[in-house]
């Protein structure tokens, strides 16, 4: 049981690029959430999903964007980069009955140059 | 005023110490609160969590809850170098489309030195 997974673990970008940070869990958990973390902010919500083929937005949603076509992956697509998402970014994943329990990745660490 | 507000530290004790680390939130309509664990460059991970007031114990870690001022606590005993981490307090509040958002503090940085 790997929990969930992120790749890659760091990246960097040029302004403008785009590219997508990949999330999957194995524990068949139908809430899934995006964070990002930043010094003095704390960990802010970017997307979240109930389950496959359902999005919406948190508090931070502009620049990115996500899909949900399986249970599994829960992928955050940066349209184009920009230096203020320099950030770590977190997946998370809970149970529905159960969402204030959320259980995080490892984090991908971007830097957009 | 935040909705969550923590002391960032950071905080260093001797081995073997009671570590006192504590959070303050300002709305009390919140139910659950729980508390996370974030060594360097790793994902938060879920410690425990209390449900309204009182005390919850896991082996040397104790959560707490004092609703009548909002004030949550995580007492560590006999803290170790191993316990040396972010602590990072959160509460999950509803969101329209389901599910809970985790609006965390700030995180307090521990070291438990030899």
């Known amino acids: 049981n790997a929990g969930v997974t992120q790749t890659p673990k760091f990246q960097v970008l040029k302004t403008g690029q785009s590219m997508t940070l990949q999330c999957a869990q194995d524990?068949?958990?139908?809430?899934m959430s995006w964070y990002r973390q930043d010094p003095g902010m704390g960990l802010r919500l970017i997307h979240y999903s109930v389950g496959a083929g359902i999005t919406d937005q948190g508090e931070v949603p502009n620049g990115y964007n996500v899909s949900r076509s399986t249970t599994e992956d829960f992928p955050l697509r940066l349209l184009s980069a920009a230096p203020s998402q320099t950030s770590v970014y977190f997946c998370a994943s809970s149970n529905r009955d159960r969402t204030y329990e959320q259980y995080f990745g490892p984090g991908t660490r971007l830097t957009v140059t | 005023q935040k909705e969550v507000e923590q002391d960032p530290g950071p905080l260093s004790v001797p081995e073997g110490a009671i570590v006192s680390l504590n959070c303050t939130y300002s709305?009390?309509?919140?139910?659950?609160f729980m508390w996370y664990r974030q060594y360097s460059r790793k994902g938060p991970e879920l410690l425990m969590y209390?449900?309204?007031?009182g005390n919850k114990e896991d082996g040397r870690f104790t959560a707490q809850v004092d609703k009548s001022s909002k004030y949550i606590s995580l007492f560590i005993r006999d803290s170790q170098p191993s316990d040396s981490a972010t602590y990072l307090c959160?509460?999950?509040?509803?969101?329209?489309?389901?599910?809970?958002?985790?609006?965390f503090g700030t995180g307090t940085q521990l070291k438990v030195e030899l």
């Open positions: 959160a509460i999950p509040q509803g969101l329209t489309g389901g599910g809970n958002k985790l609006t």
């Open positions: 209390t449900y309204s007031s």
């Open positions: 524990m068949n958990h139908e809430y």
């Open positions: 709305n009390s309509a919140f139910q659950y």
